[in-house]
């Protein structure tokens, strides 16, 4: 089956610094890939989509100058959080969709942030 | 806009009894539902979508227009079922955008 990973899986910074998380598909060309948000015990929330060439469109209520998105290729998506806080603290997740016919989404592992 | 609904967030059976996972959802259009399972420390994957119309791992879930619902049962739960489940829509205008209900935790006891 289709694989996507994440790079990296675990990553303490302080805060005030950049992290970037990377996400890519091994085996399939993701023309769109989707960046999730989850907190413990809780459901994962949609940040925002990427599409390969173009500008993310972000949910309401993601700030789109903190968390920097780039689908430089169909094979890799980035997600940079800038100046990160604690409260950024979380585990991030990304999917990458399988077409427009088969819509199921194939998931990384997922990145835990952690901000000191 | 769309909505998906799991109204349990945890459900303990024991081994061996039957299982129902309720998932509501609310959408204008066609939608495409589906479930997701989170083994503990892995990744979450799809378990099943309603076109497919599978039974995997004794699961089924049958989408009921009617009622807006699209709940996962298995009749005989076992003890590797104990997992996070997300019931999940994909409207058909949304390109693959995934709307996740809440999550219920299964536990299946011994």
């Known amino acids: 089956g289709a694989v996507v990973s994440q790079h990296p899986s675990w990553v303490i910074c302080k805060s005030g610094t950049s992290v970037k998380i990377e996400c890519r598909s091994l085996d399939f060309q993701a023309t769109t890939m989707f960046w999730y948000r989850q907190f413990p015990k809780q459901s994962l929330m949609l940040m925002a989509t990427s599409n390969e060439g173009s500008k993310a469109t972000y949910e309401q209520g993601v700030e789109k100058d903190k968390f920097l998105i780039n689908h430089a290729s169909l094979t890799l998506s980035t997600l940079t959080v800038t100046s990160a806080h604690p409260e950024d603290s979380s585990f991030y997740i990304c999917?990458?969709?399988?077409?427009?016919?088969?819509?199921?989404?194939?998931f990384g592992p997922g990145t835990r942030l952690t901000v000191l | 806009a769309q909505r998906v609904t799991q109204p349990e967030k945890l459900l303990s059976v024991f081994k061996g009894a039957p299982v129902e996972l309720k998932c509501n959802y609310s959408?204008?259009?066609?939608?495409?539902l589906f479930w997701y399972v989170q083994y503990s420390r892995q990744r979450l994957q799809l378990l099943l979508r309603?076109?497919s119309r599978e039974s995997i791992k004794g699961f089924t879930a049958d989408l009921n227009k009617g009622e807006t619902s699209f709940h996962l049962k298995k009749p005989f739960a076992q003890e590797e079922d104990s997992a996070m489940y997300y019931c999940a829509l994909s409207g058909r205008n949304a390109g693959n955008m995934l709307t996740f209900g809440g999550g219920t935790r299964l536990m299946v006891k011994p």
């Open positions: 999917s990458a969709g399988a077409g427009e016919i088969n819509r199921e989404q194939f």
């Open positions: 959408y204008s259009g066609s939608p495409e």
């Open positions: 309603h076109i």
